[in-house]
């Protein structure tokens, strides 16, 4: 048996905003640093003590992982970062408002951007102010896996390699894992941890620093459907805010 907890950065300056973001490099508002530190509270509080950290290559997931570390006193963790936990390439739609592409484009055309499995939003020019073309983190990345909008399908297939690479050995080594990460590239890990089919994941939303535990058996199969979250009181509100944005 094999313990993963998830844990979804906090809320970010942009979430706050209500704009997408995807692979834009916005930190953690004052709200999302103070979930960061609950989520942190949470493990100690449940007992729970990772050996490793994953994270993303952005920074509001790098701070969230800090920030809780720092709370539970696991500031001392070994942490791998990798650009394959990263948030979802928002494609064109980086930088704009929620709430206004919702009123601008439809709610059915907003949804299948926003959550549909296959349809990406159009693809980001190059000299987009909001684009990743010029950011050193990718440099040494080959230019065919850079993204310039990706959708939930997308993710599932450049997420997948990191964890049969580098987490999965980790589990298999009877390591506690804490992957610190982001709304939809955790989406498109539980999708593939639950079995969950590709219209069911369109209602799966995941709430801003609040930790979710999953014992995994020897295939790496939840033992419990779903997992479960260190909050759930606190957890089915955030899920319903997730799910509401734009409205
Ligand atoms: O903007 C984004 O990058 C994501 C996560 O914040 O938004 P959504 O939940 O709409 O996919």
């Known amino acids: 048996m094999a313990t993963l907890v998830l844990?979804?950065?906090?809320?970010?300056e942009w979430n706050a905003k209500g704009l997408f973001t995807g692979w834009v490099d916005v930190g953690l508002s004052p709200t999302g640093e103070t979930e960061a530190r609950r989520g942190g509270r949470l493990l100690l509080d449940t007992g729970l003590r990772p050996d490793v950290v994953h994270t993303s290559l952005l920074t509001r997931a790098i701070?969230?992982?800090?920030l809780a570390l720092e709370a539970a006193g696991l500031l001392w963790l070994p942490v791998r970062r990798s650009w394959r936990l990263n948030e979802r390439h928002y494609g064109a739609l980086q930088g704009k408002n929620k709430a206004q592409t919702r009123?601008?484009?439809g709610d059915e055309q907003f949804m299948l951007w926003r959550r549909s499995y296959d349809v990406p939003p159009p693809p980001i020019a190059d000299d987009d102010e909001y684009s990743q073309a010029a950011d050193p983190r990718y440099?040494?990345?080959p230019p065919e896996l850079r993204p310039r909008t990706e959708c939930l399908k997308d993710v599932v297939q450049r997420m997948l390699p990191y964890w049969y690479d580098s987490i999965v050995p980790d589990l298999s080594?009877?390591?506690t894992v804490l992957v610190v990460a982001h709304g939809n590239s955790l989406r498109a890990?539980?999708?593939h941890l639950d079995g969950i089919s590709d219209e069911a994941i369109a209602k799966l939303n995941i709430p801003t620093g609040i930790p979710l535990r999953y014992e995994l058996d020897e295939n790496f199969t939840p033992l419990v459907k779903g997992g479960e979250y260190l909050d759930p009181?606190?957890?089915e509100a955030a899920i319903q805010a997730v799910a509401n944005q734009g409205r």
């Open 7 to 12: 844990l979804r950065h906090g809320e970010s």
């Open 233 to 235: 009181e606190a957890a």
């Open 189 to 191: 890990l539980v999708k």
């Open 173 to 175: 080594a009877g390591r």
């Open 139 to 141: 440099a040494l990345l």
């Open 63 to 66: 701070q969230t992982a800090n």
């Open 103 to 105: 009123e601008e484009f």
